[in-house]
């Protein structure tokens, strides 16, 4: 099993930042793709950021230019620098992680952003 727990959530002002982190732990050995996804009111979850082992990274429309997610292999921590946040980024957010075939996810943190 793997455990993921999330960190840096809040309530900012529309073009403000947030950073998010994700640290795994449990068999993390074998973890290949780690990820963002949220999920906003009303809505299905979506794919926000994902990045491979490698750095190899990939990001929803929607963010790009103002999200950037990176990965630390050594303490097995994604992070997702988020900047100018827009009411429409509301949503929790959840770290994802890949391995064996096998997807684990995180407990979520909120990330409200005010007009």
């Known amino acids: 099993q793997v455990q993921l727990v999330e960190s840096g959530g809040g309530l900012v002002q529309a073009g403000e930042s947030l950073r998010l982190s994700c640290a795994a732990s449990g068999r993390i050995f074998g973890i290949s793709v780690m990820g963002w996804y949220r999920q906003g009111p009303g809505k299905q979850r979506e794919l926000v950021a994902d990045?491979?082992?490698?750095?190899?990274?990939n990001y929803a429309d929607s963010v790009k230019g103002r999200f950037t997610i990176s990965r630390d292999n050594a303490k097995n921590t994604v992070y997702l620098q988020m900047n100018s946040l827009q009411p429409e980024d509301t949503a929790v957010y959840y770290c994802?992680?890949?391995?064996?075939?096998?997807?684990?996810w995180g407990q979520g943190t909120q990330v409200t952003v005010s007009s």
């Open positions: 990045i491979t082992t490698g750095g190899t990274t």
């Open positions: 994802s992680a890949r391995r064996s075939g096998s997807a684990y």
